[in-house]
């Protein structure tokens, strides 16, 4: 699990907005490759081979890592190192035990997103704890210029943004939040999808 890039450039100035110039790295999406799917807001998880589940976990620069973790990346700008936990440290493993108590049926490898009541004040408006598989993600039909995306996330606040999946297996990804007003503006109403600032 490597951290997503997003499709455009972020502000150096404001890392929390993006500018109207295409990410090299993602030049794809605007070229008209890869399948746009749902991004989930809630926390991810991984289901590995041997069927341990694991958590994501961003550890900060100068920070201990957590017993048994599991670097995969670390951010050249921020200094941030994004990996895994095994699943019963991290804070939402009572939520995770829940969603796989009501839902028995055998899953496949691969990352999750958690989703429920306790997650991230429920943007989702789930009733209980749920595991979405994000190779089932809902597809999207989105435009493919930073206009028509900015315009079609912001008529979708339910939405927490769209990832691409190109069949390569490079993802790129654009949030609701990239559009944010200045100030971390929020207009989302938990359970009702919300917009805020990083």
């Not at 799917?37 to 694991?54: A, Q």
Request: charged fraction near 30%.
């Amino acid at each position: 699990m490597n951290k997503i890039p997003t499709v455009f450039r972020r502000d150096p100035d404001d890392r929390k907005r993006v500018l109207p110039e295409a990410n090299p790295a993602c030049r794809w999406v605007l070229d008209g490759e890869g399948t746009p799917t749902r991004k989930y807001d809630g926390t991810c998880v991984m289901l590995d081979e041997n069927g341990t589940w694991w958590a994501r976990r961003e550890v900060r620069p100068g920070r201990t890592r957590p017993p048994g973790y599991r670097p995969v990346m670390t951010d050249e700008v921020t200094g941030k190192t994004v990996g895994w936990e095994p699943i019963e440290q991290s804070p939402y493993a009572r939520y995770h035990a829940e969603a796989v108590a009501d839902s028995p049926e055998r899953r496949r490898p691969g990352t999750y997103e958690l989703i429920g009541p306790k997650i991230n004040g429920n943007p989702e408006g789930v009733r209980a704890h749920e595991l979405v598989p994000h190779d089932d993600a809902e597809k999207l039909d989105v435009p493919r210029d930073l206009d028509g995306l900015r315009n079609w996330l912001l008529a979708h606040p339910q939405y927490e943004g769209i990832v691409w999946h190109h069949p390569d297996g490079r993802r790129a990804k654009l949030k609701h939040r990239d559009f944010a007003f200045a100030g971390g503006a929020s207009s989302r109403v938990p359970g009702q999808g919300t917009v805020r600032g990083e």
